[in-house]
Nanobody
């Protein structure tokens, strides 16, 4: 059974930082590219970032570039998203997801986690 379990969300002030984690199981994690996708209140899904199977290539949506860093630890079957300089517009539910080996920079994925809430507010 494929499982993706996000954690690390919470409440943070503008300008602060959070580190999200995604624990993967039920598939060969180090064969697959991974992504983060988010959904802000009242809005549709938005692709955030992606990473290749070995972490050698990373991709970011323009608004996240320079603030967010995606990484992975294949020995731990875990995906991370380090978020710095957070803004109120970053408030959203953040999901980790995968389509398999190929990096996909859209919101379409075969497997999704349940999401973790990030709230940026003073």
């Amino acid at each position: 059974e494929v499982q993706l379990v996000e954690s690390g969300g919470g409440l943070v002030q503008p300008g602060g930082s959070l580190r999200l984690s995604c624990a993967a199981s039920g598939f060969t994690f180090d064969d697959y590219a991974m992504s983060w996708v988010r959904q802000a209140p009242g809005k549709g899904l938005e692709w955030v970032s992606a990473i290749s199977w070995n972490g050698g290539s990373t991709y970011y949506a323009e608004s996240m570039k320079g603030r967010f860093t995606i990484s992975r630890d294949n020995a731990k079957n875990t995906l991370y998203l380090q978020m710095n300089s957070l803004k109120s517009e970053d408030t959203a539910v953040y999901y980790c997801a995968t389509n398999g080996p190929v990096v996909v920079t859209t919101t379409q994925r075969a497997y999704w986690g349940q999401g973790t809430q990030v709230t940026v507010s003073s």
